[in-house]
Nanobody
Framework: QVQLVESGGGLVQAGGSLRLSCAAA?????????MGWFRQAPGKERELVAA????????YYVDSVKGRFTTSRDNAKSTAYLQMNSMKPEDTAVYYC???????????????????WGKGTLVTVSS
């Protein structure tokens, strides 16, 4: 079991930055899990934003956030991060972190295939 809790969401102006954190209750399981950051805007489907392999050697970003968002992890702290810079109003969404044993599964981005989810944190970018 991997219990995930997101934090760091809030209101930011366009061009600003936020850092989301995803803390896992199970340290050993976290350190062997790939992590993903998803978001869901009102009226839209949930989409994969970024992913990181268990050891951080591999990362993935959706085109719309490349060069602006960075994902990282600290396995000693059982925490994953999503640094969001140069934010745009279209980044407004509920952001979820997710964990799965398979990096390939996370990158495939199918929510129904991913084992563990946080409850989400709201990010609002004002224009």
């Amino acid at each position: 079991q991997v219990q995930l809790v997101e934090s760091g969401g809030g209101l930011v102006q366009a061009g600003g930055s936020l850092r989301l954190s995803c803390a896992a209750a199970s340290g050993r399981a976290f350190s062997t899990s790939a992590m993903g950051w998803f978001r869901q805007a009102p009226g839209k489907e949930r989409e994969l934003v970024a992913a990181i392999s268990w050891n951080g050697d591999n990362t993935y970003y959706v085109d719309s956030v490349k060069g602006r968002f960075t994902t990282s992890r600290d396995n000693a702290k059982s925490t994953a991060y999503l640094q969001m810079n140069s934010m745009k109003p279209e980044d407004t969404a509920v952001y979820y972190c997710a964990a799965d044993w398979s990096y390939r599964t996370v990158v495939a981005g199918k929510s129904e295939d991913i084992d563990y989810w946080g409850k989400g944190t709201l990010v609002t970018v004002s224009s």
